[in-house]
């Protein structure tokens, strides 16, 4: 099984390309949820930093111990089943078999961080009867029956080579419970991030990245008058921050073209043809497998959301100050 996956900057348009997959007989697409548990704050990155890179008897442990909370969070709650339900009922099992396939041993103990996590008012509440108990006897009492009796330390250190293969295996396993019908190709939305790519890609086995960007301007408009967005700013100067922020890392990653595609998400309106050509190359499928062209990718209803200045003509002074801005970005049709 070949994987796919895309990678924004929010409001980009990497949906465009996943939709455009959901076409295909031989392209399992799953465009309805994101895939974050790689690069997002303790997930697979912060595990291998913690355990190879940062290793000391503290850290390590505490980030397995923060990826398994990552994967508790994820796993489902009484509204929403999250990955368990995508994952085949397997996230929590897999992932958890990933966690002991990474511990070299583990032992009843705790320090200082194990209380951080558990918030000031824990630890105010569970010490409170061990500081009764120390005014009663008159000294030092064994905290260790009370408030950390359950507390577990967990060591490891694995090298760098044990680390990606048991991490490939696992992603593995989880991306083969996604494709129950086995299809060669799987399409998964926002599995690796928009910077440090490659990086990240080290824990798949076989995996495409494409990176789709979209006109600023439009990205803005969007972003504040449609989303109502709480994620970028609404201040149209700390958008233009915000905007070339985002993008900063592209400047200096020297991407392989065999394994990471940027797509222009304009292109596949205005360029549908050349680029469905691209997108396909790239992928590696075969236009015969293309069996509803333009079904779930539909360009004559996403043109009603690009170059939205020209049809709002209110929105016209906060496009042409971030064209000002922002001119390296810009999308251009043919003429302009």
Known sequence: MKTLTVCSYYGSGSSAVTDFFCEF????????????????????????????ENFNRHNSGHALKRY?????????????KRYEKVFNGK????SYKYIDSLTDFSFPGMWDFDCYDKGPW????????????????????DCEA???????????????????SLTRSYTDELLGCINK?????????QIVPSSNIEHHMRYFSDLKTFVVDRDPR???????????????PKDIDLFIKWYEYARSTRKEENWNPEKICFIQFEDLIYKY????????????????????????FKPDVSIKNTRLWINHPEYKAEADYIAEKLPQYLYHLEGE
């Open 68 to 80: 398994k909370k990552f994967v508790d969070y994820f796993s489902s709650h009484l509204i929403a």
């Open 122 to 141: 824990w630890e105010f509440w569970h010490k409170l009867p061990n500081r009764f108990l120390k005014l009663l006897k008159g000294g030092d009492v």
């Open 181 to 189: 019908e086995g299809k060669p190709f799987l399409m998964v939305d």
């Open 273 to 296: 043809d050349e680029t469905a050509e691209k997108l396909m190359k790239f992928a590696g499928v075969s236009a015969e497998n293309h069996v509803k062209p333009k079904s779930v």
């Open 91 to 94: 996230w929590k099992e897999l």
């Open 25 to 52: 007989d031989n392209v399992n697409s799953f465009s309805y949820m994101e895939f974050r548990f790689a690069h997002d704050p303790d997930g697979l990155a912060e595990l291998e930093y913690n355990l190879i």
């Open 146 to 164: 009370g408030l950390w009796s359950k507390e577990i330390t967990y060591a490891s250190h694995p090298t760098e080579e044990k680390f990606l």
């Open 218 to 232: 439009d990205m803005y408009l969007i972003c504040k008058y449609i989303y109502h967005s709480k994620i970028a």
